[in-house]
């Protein structure tokens, strides 16, 4: 029950369902007291659970006037007093978001702590509602965490990997202008099923299935589950790749039927265009490699095989996807099915975190797979809300559960799908009929990217205190520039930002050299 309580005070308190959300002599002063200790930059972000009647977000407004404030409700009943009861004026600007739905709030999160500038927001659960909402606020703040680690995996990747992602892409240039782009085929296959195989330990279960799965759908398969899988005597449609390192040993089709399709990233190692036996075919992992590359269509993933594996059987027009080997979590202290490099033992990790299983007994995981994971359940909840006709199952029968994803057997899947002929699965038209990168449009875009580099480093050596708006301007609406220059230049120092600048005119520089070379 919910009770609006009004006494000798102004301004009324609120009671729901026996629990006291705000005082009802003195809610103001008491809101005041709840904000104090919120630890937030002066223009961050500030996330809120629990609306009540606004006076801690009329509070934090005065507090913080350049911070930006999300609160999020999830009760219909206090969504409704709020909108009945306040008229609360938006002390700090239009920097007040009210959310009410579930998804809007993954929606939020992820584009401000994943994508955004908001690695690091503040949190503040109302103690009110952590009395009323127990399992609510604490999804609430799973959701902040696994978008948090999402961000800290993509960060560390990128510090790490980032430059060694492009030097490949332009390593590659010369032989991306003569491979089929795979997206080009997208919608090709409505209404088929889509076998999104990982080489997670789960595969030494269920992954002998996949044979009776021919003309049923494709399989497609992240390149660390190659050789697992040529061990079960099950043939991939497609074997995707997407490692910046050189696996080409590791991916060499020794017992693998020439017939699969050989899916490369156009950043991964250069090594993995030169293995024989595969016909080949390449996907942009990033909006600026397609850009470049004259593309529209980019793979979003979580950086990943089995990731972007997923997202190209959603572009393939495959449905339902169902996942296989996707375990994301130690099984027995391995990582990965036999056969698959890289199973240290669990004993000799650190940093474990415990996540619910698909045999509801806790699964230990590790920040990359936690990220994955979140990953993959916000990827549902988009399809959830955008697609609704479109179907995901986790069928790994091991590891972590998969939060928004019914759970079944392979073996169930398989049954319910109906057999077709192995020539239903084939592609539409052949991948030679594709489309290839123009060189011209190619070199076009390096020279407009050259031109903006320069006028950065003239603004570095002559007026740096406008480098950062320029920077930042770049980088939002260039995406080849977003992913050359470092995205925090901000905080960085002049010189900091000067060593990028020479690097990313080195990395033209060769990029140009490769074309050169490629139309001699």
């Known amino acids: 029950m919910l009770e609006i309580i009004r006494t000798s005070g102004r301004r009324p308190g609120l009671r729901y369902r026996g629990a006291s959300i705000h005082h009802p002599d003195h809610p103001a002063e008491e809101a005041r007291a709840h904000i104090a200790g919120i630890k937030a930059e002066d223009n961050g972000l500030i996330l809120i659970f629990g609306l009540g009647l606004g006076y801690h977000l009329e509070a934090l407004a005065h507090r913080r006037p350049q911070a930006r404030i999300m609160a999020f409700d999830p009760d219909p009943a206090l969504q409704q007093a709020f909108r009945e009861h306040v008229n609360l004026l938006d002390l700090n600007q239009n920097r007040l978001t009210v959310i009410q739905e579930w998804a809007a709030l993954n929606d939020f999160i992820t584009r401000e702590i994943v994508h ?101 759908g494709l399989i497609l398969a ?68 397609a850009y470049l590359l004259g593309q529209e269509l980019f793979v979003p993933q979580a950086g990943t095989a089995g990731s972007a594996a997923f997202t190209l059987g959603l572009l393939l027009g495959l449905n339902p996807l169902v996942l296989v080997g996707q375990d994301q979590a130690f099984s027995n202290g391995r990582l990965h099915a036999p056969g698959t490099p890289g199973s240290p033992p669990s004993s000799s990790l650190k940093g474990f975190f415990q996540v619910a299983g698909v045999d509801s007994r806790p699964a230990p995981t590790h920040s990359g797979f936690v990220a994955s994971l979140h990953w993959f359940a916000e990827s549902a909840q988009y399809l959830k809300q955008k697609f609704p006709g479109r179907t995901v199952i986790n069928a790994s029968e091991n590891g972590a559960r998969i939060p928004g994803l019914p759970d079944s057997s392979l073996e169930e899947v398989l049954n319910r799908l109906k057999p077709g002929r192995k020539d239903d699965v084939g592609p539409p038209k052949p991948l030679a009929d594709l489309g290839r990168p123009e060189a011209g449009q190619v070199r076009e875009r390096l020279e407009q990217t050259w031109e903006i580099i320069g006028h950065l480093s003239q603004l570095a050596r002559t007026a740096p205190q406008g480098l950062s708006a320029a920077w930042s301007d770049c980088r939002t609406h260039h995406p080849f520039l977003a992913e050359i220059l470092n995205p925090d230049a901000a905080v960085r120092s002049v010189d900091e930002s000067k060593e990028n600048l020479q690097w990313a005119e080195a990395l033209l520089i060769k990029m140009i050299e490769n074309l050169d070379r490629y139309e001699k």
């Not at 390149?223 to 910046?244: C, N, Q, T």
């Not at 490369?264 to 250069?270: E, I, K, V």
């Open 222 to 289: 992240a390149g660390s589950a190659r050789r697992p899988l040529a061990e079960l005597g099950v043939r991939p449609d497609m074997i995707v790749v997407v490692e910046a390192e050189d696996t080409s040993d590791f991916l060499k089709p020794s017992g693998c039927s020439p017939e699969s399709l050989l899916v490369l990233a156009s950043a991964s190692h250069p090594a993995h265009f030169q293995i024989p036996g595969f016909i080949q075919a390449v996907f942009h992992a990033t909006a600026g490699a």
């Open 116 to 216: 955004g500038n908001h690695p690091e927001p503040a949190v503040f659960i109302h103690p009110g509602y952590r009395i009323l909402f127990r399992k609510d606020w604490r999804t609430f703040e799973d959701i902040i965490r696994g978008a948090r680690l999402r961000r800290a995996v993509a960060d560390k990747t990128r510090k790490e990997k980032g430059r060694l992602f492009l030097t490949n892409l332009a390593d590659n240039l010369p032989v991306l202008l003569e491979r089929p782009v795979v997206t080009d085929l997208a919608e090709s296959w409505p209404g088929l099923a889509g076998f999104i195989v990982g080489s997670g330990p789960g595969l030494e279960k269920n992954g002998r299935l996949l044979r009776n799965g021919e003309g049923r």
